[in-house]
């Protein structure tokens, strides 16, 4: 397998060299952070390093970022934590929108089923953007939260996340945000976000798999999620995974300020080549999301060519090319339609939805590479569409 | 993910097109999946003689049109009726559980090319 070929680091990121070697280096560490002996205390010092470049990569104090086991977990932890902890015992509202992460999405849905909580989806526009005159609509007397993502994993809509803190906090609301797929693609600053709490996970940006963090501003309460011995400033029990940390820390403070500024600049470039590779060789294929005046991410490109199945040119340019790109339904087992809810909520039909195509870039990602992959997709959409029945019988 | 005959006739698909003046028409499609198979039989005396089709779908879908009209063609329509389910399945190889779907296609793709030429060779 090449990295060259690999076009979904959305999914996830390839594990950086200098991150590999950091978890390996770690392996001889074997004693029990929480050890008072040196063995202990070693260990103690990668975790402590690894918060420490956590920190200085979101810019807060080393203690206010909680380690956990993914994106996943820190979104949960962090609305069902956040809600428990400022007293809503009955039921409280909380705010967030149609296109969040199943991470969120299904806790939302959890608390409304066990009655907990009231759940305002917001909705969003063609370009995947929420509108803040409709956020500040929704609040009521009563709402405690808003979990808002700040960048839209399948579309890559940024979301004005400063702006719906700053509401938050003159209406005494909390306000957390889902970072996971931001983190690593744009310039991540808490104090300047204003926010209580937010998600991230190591394996989006070149660390590994099941490492994570929330963030949490300092004086806010959040419930802890696993009692015990005390780890994670008594939020979160456990034993640390120490290899997993070495990584994450080493991820962290590998992509400092000016070399995410440049990999920024490198997409940029990239998605605007491949937007109008696509337009001059790809009949019918159309972006999805955000183009144009809406904030995005810049390494994420969403794409429909119509009449043909996403999954099928997905399969095409994989078993010829070797090519990995992402889409927007799939077949499943239950026979079911496993349809985008993102896509659906931009508006898209949904044979529409069928024929997406999720392109994500990621550091090792060349201007050759996105040539190639654009030869492939025209190639493939050439090739099915010769093959298919819209129109042609 | 793909075995290799999905691959092969995914990649390369055998019989793709329409014939000028089919016998019969058999037209299958999965709202759920939107899957569509558009098949055009030529019939003899009992046997299909040429099989088209167009598809759109996903991989394993247009794979199973492709075996399929492989496999029909030249068939006496006695002996396709007869075939036992799990022998059409087989053709497809080994599927995983969200491609098993495509087993519905070949088994419908028979059961209405049986059904409308049964109609034909009633006449």
Known sequence: ?393 | MYNEIVARHFMDPMNVGELASPDETVRIGNAVCGDTIIMHLALEEGRITDVKYRAYGCAVSIATASIASEYFTGKELKELRGLADAELAALLGDLEPNQKHCVDIMLELRERACASVQGVSGR
């Open chain 1, 1 to 393: 397998m090449s990295g060259e070929t690999y076009f979904d680091h959305n999914a996830t990121s390839e594990l950086d060299e200098q991150v590999r070697l950091a978890m390996i280096d770690s392996m001889g560490t074997f004693g029990n952070p929480s050890s008072r002996h040196d063995y202990g205390t070693t260990a103690k010092t990668v975790v402590s390093e690894a918060r420490d470049a956590v920190a200085r990569f979101i810019g807060c104090a080393p203690e206010d970022v909680k380690f956990t086991s993914g994106g996943s977990e820190s979104n949960n932890w962090a609305i069902k934590g956040l809600l428990e902890a400022c007293g809503s015992k009955g039921k409280a509202h909380l705010i967030t929108t149609v296109i969040e992460h199943p991470s969120v999405l299904q806790v939302c849905q959890y608390l409304e089923r066990t009655g907990q909580a009231e759940v305002t989806y917001l909705p969003v526009d063609e370009a995947g953007a929420i509108s803040l005159a409709k956020l500040e609509a929704a609040v009521r007397p009563d709402t405690r939260l808003i979990t808002m993502m700040m960048a839209n994993n399948e579309i890559g809509t940024i979301q004005p996340i400063r702006e719906a803190a700053l509401l938050a906090r003159r209406r005494g609301i909390l306000m957390h945000t889902d970072a996971v797929q931001a983190a690593g693609k744009l310039p991540l600053d808490v104090r300047q976000l204003g926010v209580d709490a937010l998600s991230m996970s190591a394996h989006k940006f070149g660390g590994p798999k099941g490492v994570g963090a929330l963030y949490l501003r300092p004086g806010v309460e959040l419930e802890p999620l696993i009692h015990g011995g005390g780890q994670e400033f008594g939020l979160r029990s456990g034993t640390e995974n120490v290899i997993g940390l070495a990584g994450f820390g080493k991820a962290a403070a590998l992509l400092d300020r000016a070399k995410l500024e440049a990999q920024l600049a490198h997409w940029s470039k990239l998605k605007r080549l491949m937007v109008a590779r696509l337009a001059e060789r790809v009949p019918d294929c159309r972006v999805n999301g955000p183009a144009g005046g809406t904030e995005a991410l810049p390494n994420t490109i969403n794409i429909g060519i119509a009449g043909i199945r996403g999954e099928s040119l997905a399969a095409y340019i994989g078993v010829k090319h070797g090519a990995a790109v992402s889409v927007g339904s799939a077949c499943s087992a239950t026979k079911q339609a496993s349809l985008s809810h993102v896509l659906r909520a931009i508006g898209r039909s949904e044979d529409e939805i069928r024929s997406a195509v999720r392109i994500s870039l990621g550091p090792s990602t060349t201007e050759a590479g996105v040539e190639r992959l654009c030869g492939q997709i025209a190639e493939a959409a050439a090739h099915l569409r010769s093959v298919a029945a819209v129109g042609a019988v």
